[in-house]
Each structure stands twice: as structure tokens, then as C-alpha cells.
């Protein structure tokens, strides 16, 4: 069982920055492939970026493509997302979660940050 942690999470004014962080523990890190997923209100979650288990980055969502940037460090068991030119439309709950090699959907879950970004 694996077991997911978000920090980070706040409110910033449009154009600033914030790096979340998400401790895993549970499980062989390096077992898991990471994703970054946010869900607005009234709003469907979406995926906002993919990490391999070996650190590369197999996807970011279109709309933050040169503003968020994921990295994962598997000898702390940690996955960030730094955030930078935040905008409102980036106001969300931000989840990571975990899936294992060869799998397609995310087995594991963390709790969400709020992050709010105000105009």
C-alpha cells in the first residue's frame, strides 16, 4: 500500500510561483510511475503532468507546457511540481497519485492541495 502526501499548496497572486511537493512511502518508489492532476470546481480532474519511474517526463498537459515544471527524486521518495506564471485559471485541488510499471491507471492517491491563484 502506498501512501501520498501533498504539500505546498496556497494562494498566490497571478504571476507568482509554487512548488508542490508529494511524499510517497508504502512501497517501492521506483515501482511506480507518478502523475500530477488538479480538479477545478465544477470542473473535470485532469491529468497535468506524467513522471517515469525513472525521473523522465512522458506528458504535461498542453496548458501548462513551459510553466510547470514535475520532477520526482527517488532516493527521497518525492515528487514536485513547481508552478511558475501561475494564472486564475490554474486555481484548483492539486492531487498526486501513483501507478505501477505497465499499468494505465493511477492505483494510489494523495489527499489534494488547494491552490488558489488570485487575479
Known amino acids: 500500500q502506498v501512501q501520498l502526501v501533498e504539500a505546498g499548496g496556497g494562494t498566490v497572486q497571478a504571476g507568482g510561483s509554487l512548488r508542490l511537493s508529494c511524499a510517497a512511502s508504502g512501497g517501492t518508489f521506483t515501482d511506480y510511475g507518478m502523475g500530477w492532476f488538479r480538479q477545478a470546481p465544477g470542473r473535470e480532474r485532469e491529468l497535468v503532468a506524467s513522471?517515469?519511474?525513472?525521473?523522465?517526463?512522458?506528458y504535461y498537459a498542453e496548458s501548462v507546457k513551459g510553466r510547470f515544471f514535475a520532477s520526482r527524486d527517488n532516493t527521497r521518495t518525492t515528487v514536485l511540481l513547481q508552478m511558475n506564471s501561475l494564472q486564475p485559471e490554474d486555481t484548483a485541488v492539486y492531487y498526486c497519485a501513483a501507478r505501477r510499471r505497465g499499468e494505465d491507471e493511477y492505483e494510489y492517491w494523495g489527499q489534494g492541495t488547494q491552490v488558489t491563484v488570485s487575479s
Open positions: 513522471i517515469h519511474p525513472r525521473g523522465g517526463i512522458l
